[in-house]
């Protein structure tokens, strides 16, 4: 069973109000899978990517839009004013997937690497938004790239990150339990975390998953300093 399909199937349970469109939103999205991924996109993730992945990605604007819009018409007016919070801003953008970026106009850095909170707004099924406590979480650079963790509570990831687009970084990691090893995207497909990163400000990142491996139809993992 195909990535796409087993994902597709994992949503087909009785529809909350309102979720009917969202389904009809990511079967569309999984349709598509001869979509490839953009031209500034690192050439070291090609291989990585399935065609289902790429089809999640090609969508993820509509898919993520959908899904807001679905979180925005119910729930608890707190989780709502700090998932409004959280996605204000501009996206600036990233030079490099490596270490510190740097603004040509202003020569002001930015610096990735180093120690993060971070917290998961979970949104769905239908119009459910649930909003988790501050974790932490951690960029850092080894001979291969640009690693990304959160290290704390019981749900933890591991991965990599890689230019996608000038305004993102792609990353491929996996979700894995506190009493287990890391493990890495494509060692359990099950487990398989795939999301794009979005720099807001000096001290504010989302890392916006359209295909959560557990627990909700999208997920935001907001990161603060």
Not at 193 to 206: F, G, I, K, N, V
Request: proline share 4%; hydrophobic share 45%; charged share 20%.
């Amino acid at each position: 069973m195909s990535r796409g399909t087993r994902l597709l199937m994992h949503r087909r349970r009785p529809a909350a109000a309102g979720q009917g469109s969202l389904l009809t939103v990511w079967a569309l999205a999984l349709a598509c899978s001869s979509l490839t991924a953009p031209s500034a996109a690192d050439g070291a993730i090609v291989e990585l990517l399935s065609p289902q992945d790429n089809a999640v990605l090609a969508h993820f604007g509509a898919w993520r839009q959908a899904v807001l819009d679905a979180a925005g018409s119910e729930g608890d007016s707190v989780a709502k004013r700090a998932l409004a919070e959280a996605l204000a801003g501009t996206p600036l953008p990233f030079d490099s997937a490596r270490g510190s970026t740097q603004d040509g106009a202003t020569g002001h850095t930015f610096e990735l690497t180093g120690a993060w909170r971070c917290r998961f707004f979970k949104l769905g099924p239908g119009a459910a938004l649930t909003v988790h406590g501050w974790f932490a979480c951690r960029i850092e650079e080894d001979d291969a790239g640009t690693l990304l963790a959160k290290t704390t509570g019981s749900q933890r990831i591991n991965g990599r990150l890689y230019r996608w687009t000038h305004e993102q970084l792609l990353f491929l990691g996996a979700l894995y339990y506190d009493n287990e090893e890391p493990l890495r995207f494509g060692d359990r497909r099950a487990r398989d975390q795939l999301a794009l990163l979005t720099r807001l400000a000096d001290d504010r990142m989302l890392l916006e998953f359209p295909a959560p491996a557990a627990g909700s139809d999208f997920a935001i993992l907001e990161f603060r300093r």
